[in-house]
C-alpha cells in the first residue's frame, strides 16, 4: 500500500473544536470556509489515509486509530461534524489495514490484518467477521451488492478469494510467483488486479471472472516497471501508473495496450511517487505525473495544468477538481476539468493540522470537501459559498470510496 508523506507550509487560520460556520463571504470571493472541524485530541494514526465513505444523509465514516489507543476505531460523524457513533475494535493498526471503509448496502467492509470485517453502518455493529489462518494477511477488497472479493497473501504468493453477503467463503484462488497486489476494481463482468512479479520489478495486470475467478487474460507489460493506482473508465479500459512516471491504458476485453504516456525527463521523473490517476464522467483521464495533464480517452493530450502534483484529484461539483499540489507547492487547488485552468479561490479553513499527511478529500452529496490532517477531521465548503448551490452531481473518488464500476 503506498504511503505519500507531504510538508505542508504553515498556514493561517487554526481551526478547533467542532464549531458551524455560519458567517459566508459574498460568491464573488470565492472563499471556501470552514463547515465543521472534529478534533481528535490528539494525533491520529496516518499510516492508513482515512479517506472516509459517504452515504446519503452525508453521515462520513472512518477506521483509524488514535493516539492513546492500541487498536483501531470505527466511528462516524454526522453533517455537522458530530459523532453519531463510535466503535472501538480489537484489530491492531498495521500496513495491511484498510486505507478506508468501503459503504455498501447500508453496511460498512474494511479489512485488518488477518481479518474482513462487515459492521452496520447506522449504529456501528458487526455483522459477520471472516479470518484468514495465521501467516496470512488481507492486501486489498472489493465489494459489489454485499459480495466481497478480496486478496491475501499465503506462502509468497497471492490468493483472491469472494466471500457471499453473509461472510462466507465461496472460492478462492491462488496467483502463483507474485509476491504482492498492489491494485484491484471491479468493472461488469470482471475483476482486474495488478500483481507484482516474485523476480522481477514489474507489475502484470490480470482480468479474472468476477464469479469463479477463472483468469481471463494477462497483460505483461514489455518493461520492467512497479505499478499501481487502478482506475476504470465508463468503457471499462484499465489504466494504472508506474514509479517511473509511465501512464498505462490497456483494454478491458482483449488486454492489449492501448496506449502509454511516458514522461519527457524519465531520469528526474523515477521513483518520486507514482501519479494519481482520476477518471471524468466522459471517459477523459486526469494524470498527477508532476504536471496536471488530461488525455482523452485514446490519449491524446487535451490540457496540460501548470500545477505540479503526484496525487490523484477528487472531481466535485461543477465538473472542478480539488486536490494537492506537491513538494514544491504544496496547497489544496481547485481546477477547472474542461481546461485544466486553476480556479481563484482562498482556502481560507487549512491549517497547520494538515502538514503531514495530504491526501485527495472525500466529497459530500451537498459539494462540500473533507479531509483528515494530524489530529482533525476538516469539513470546508467548496468552489460557491451557498450550501444549496452546492447540489451534487458527479461522483468523485471518495464517494462510497469503492473502486466498483
Not at 472563499?31 to 459517504?54: C, E, K, Q
Request: net charge negative; with cysteine.
Amino acid at each position: 500500500m503506498k504511503k505519500i508523506v507531504l510538508i505542508l507550509p504553515l498556514l493561517l487560520f487554526v481551526v478547533s473544536g467542532c464549531k458551524k460556520n455560519t458567517n459566508l463571504a459574498p460568491d464573488k470571493e470565492k472563499f471556501a470556509l470552514p463547515v465543521w472541524t472534529w478534533d481528535a485530541g490528539g494525533p491520529i494514526n496516518l499510516n492508513n489515509a482515512p479517506l472516509p465513505a459517504i452515504d446519503d444523509n452525508n453521515n462520513s465514516y472512518y477506521f483509524i486509530r488514535f493516539y492513546n489507543e492500541l487498536s483501531e476505531t470505527l466511528f462516524s460523524l454526522n453533517d455537522e461534524g458530530k459523532i453519531r457513533w463510535k466503535c472501538p475494535t480489537a484489530f491492531n493498526p498495521g500496513n495491511n489495514c484498510s486505507n478506508s471503509v468501503i459503504l455498501n448496502n447500508g453496511n460498512l467492509y474494511f479489512y485488518s490484518q488477518q481479518f474482513v470485517l462487515c459492521y452496520k453502518s447506522s449504529d456501528g455493529t458487526q455483522v459477520w467477521k471472516y479470518q484468514l489462518s495465521d501467516g496470512e494477511s488481507v492486501q486489498d477488497m472489493v465489494v459489489k451488492n454485499g459480495e466481497v472479493w478480496f486478496t491475501y497473501n499465503q506462502m509468497a504468493n497471492i490468493e483472491l478469494a469472494k466471500l457471499d453477503a453473509d461472510g462466507k467463503l465461496l472460492w478462492h484462488k491462488p496467483y502463483k510467483n507474485y509476491t504482492s497486489e498492489t491494485g484491484m476494481a471491479a468493472y461488469g463482468n470482471k475483476l482486474y488486479i495488478l500483481l507484482k512479479d516474485i523476480f522481477d520489478y514489474r507489475t502484470d495486470l490480470v482480468a479474472v471472472n468476477i464469479d469463479n475467478g477463472n483468469q481471463l487474460w494477462k497483460y505483461v507489460p514489455d518493461t520492467n516497471m512497479a505499478g499501481e493506482d487502478l482506475s476504470v473508465d465508463g468503457n471499462g479500459n484499465v489504466y494504472y501508473s508506474t514509479y517511473e512516471g509511465v501512464l498505462l491504458s490497456v483494454d478491458g476485453i482483449s488486454g492489449s495496450l492501448r496506449w502509454q504516456y511516458k514522461p519527457e525527463n524519465e531520469k528526474s521523473s523515477r521513483y518520486l511517487a507514482t501519479g494519481g490517476v482520476t477518471i471524468l464522467p466522459d471517459n477523459d483521464v486526469v494524470f498527477a505525473a508532476g504536471p496536471l495533464i488530461c488525455f482523452d480517452e485514446n490519449g491524446n493530450e487535451k490540457w496540460r495544468s501548470s500545477v505540479d502534483s503526484r496525487l490523484s484529484f477528487t472531481l466535485g461539483n461543477n465538473n472542478i477538481l480539488y486536490g494537492w499540489g506537491s513538494i514544491l507547492d504544496v496547497k489544496l487547488f481547485a481546477i477547472d476539468a474542461a481546461t485544466g485552468e486553476k480556479l481563484s479561490i482562498k482556502f481560507s479553513t487549512l491549517d497547520d493540522d494538515l502538514k503531514a499527511g495530504v491526501f485527495p478529500p472525500a466529497i459530500t452529496h451537498t459539494g462540500k470537501l473533507i479531509m483528515a490532517g494530524v489530529s482533525k477531521i476538516h469539513c470546508i465548503t467548496s468552489m460557491s459559498t451557498s450550501l444549496e448551490e452546492n447540489g451534487w452531481s458527479k461522483p468523485g473518488k471518495g464517494y462510497g470510496n469503492n473502486p466498483v464500476r
